[in-house]
């Protein structure tokens, strides 16, 4: 299957550092990439819809000058979580599909642990 | 907007007992997607149902999708201790190209 890599797979970052979080899809063009948040034994939160070329488009309540997101290319989305603090701290997960419009399977990076203290 | 429910929530089962998870949605669906997340891990693509009805079987796992494409269900034989972890369904949204929209996952546990 597709692989998506995403790195750091942890971070320890102290606050009001900015921490970024790269995805990248290693076989395949990915026009567009979603970013998640989970917390402990919780659900996936969609946070944003990453779009190449262009700005990427939020979830209602998330900060889009918190977490700034870039698609430059075709295989490379990233995520700043800026001026983390301790509530920033949490799962952060990218997921990207073969088919930019077609309904087919994500595949999902392996996650970043964010810890901020 | 589309909403995706499953239950239960958690399922402790003892190992060799059986297990299922339902899902259900808001809107119809054009698929229904199921993943695997192990604990301190990233969800895994298991599979994917596009027609109304259909059944898919992996093993001990078998997989339905309701008639009128609302609906699903992954049920699991016989639980051994490395089906722990937690079991999401996702659904297209249907106005936002392949954006899925998870449900809250069912964590199953099996004791041993």
């Known amino acids: 299957g597709a692989v998506v890599s995403q790195h750091p797979s942890w971070v320890i970052c102290k606050s009001g550092t900015s921490v970024k979080i790269e995805c990248r899809s290693l076989?395949?063009?990915?026009?567009?990439m979603f970013w998640y948040r989970q917390f402990p034994k919780q659900s996936l939160m969609l946070m944003a819809t990453s779009n190449e070329g262009s700005k990427a488009t939020y979830e209602q309540g998330v900060e889009k000058d918190k977490f700034l997101i870039n698609h430059a290319s075709l295989t490379l989305s990233t995520l700043t979580v800026t001026s983390a603090h301790p509530e920033d701290s949490s799962f952060y997960i990218c997921?990207?599909?073969?088919?930019?419009?077609?309904?087919?399977?994500?595949?999902f990076g392996q996650g970043t642990r964010l810890t901020v203290v | 907007g589309q909403q995706v429910m499953q239950i239960p929530q958690y399922q402790h089962v003892q190992e060799g007992e059986d297990f299922t998870t339902y899902c259900n949605s808001s809107?119809?669906?054009?698929?229904i997607q199921w993943y695997k997340q192990r604990p301190g891990g990233h969800p895994v693509f298991l599979i994917q149902l596009v027609k109304s009805g259909e059944v898919k079987k992996q093993k001990r796992l078998t997989f339905q999708f309701g008639e009128a494409k609302k609906n699903s269900s992954l049920h699991i034989t016989a639980t051994q201790t490395t089906d722990v972890g937690t079991y999401f369904c996702?659904?297209?949204?249907?106005?936002?190209?392949?954006?899925?929209?998870f449900g809250g996952g069912t964590r199953l546990m099996v004791k041993p």
């Open positions: 809107t119809t669906l054009s698929n």
């Open positions: 997921s990207a599909s073969r088919n930019p419009m077609g309904n087919t399977e994500a595949f």
């Open positions: 996702a659904g297209p949204d249907n106005n936002a190209g392949n954006m899925l929209t």
């Open positions: 076989d395949f063009q990915a026009t567009t």
